[in-house]
């Protein structure tokens, strides 16, 4: 295992905090879409050298992602057609920050 460039930490403390809260309420899926845009956000002010070039338009083009993918109707939320978009998002927030070597606090 290689050194970790950046870290997130507070930031992926609440993100993981959110994820393991349990039930999967409208609430908590809105929140963890917040999470994830705030880390990005958080990651994209850390970024130097090179990867401020090559990985500021992959964060800001996952951020729009997550913003448009959260829900906003309540009376449309179907718990498991959310939580399968969610889980897929989560993916490839998770697969984007290992392959960048982002670790995320405890």
Request: charged content about 35%; aromatic content about 14%.
């Amino acid at each position: 295992m290689g050194n970790w460039k950046y870290k997130l930490e507070d930031e992926g403390k609440q993100l993981r905090k959110l994820i393991d809260e349990g039930d999967l309420t409208l609430e908590t899926v809105i929140a963890v879409y917040n999470q994830m845009i705030a880390c990005l956000k958080f990651l994209k002010l850390k970024l130097i050298g090179r990867d401020k070039i090559d990985l500021s338009y992959e964060i800001d083009c996952m951020i729009e992602d997550y913003k448009l993918a959260r829900p906003e109707d309540t009376d449309a939320y179907n718990y498991y057609e959310e939580e399968d978009i969610l889980n897929f998002n989560l993916r490839g927030f998770y697969d984007f920050c290992d392959d960048n070597r982002v670790w995320f606090g405890l």
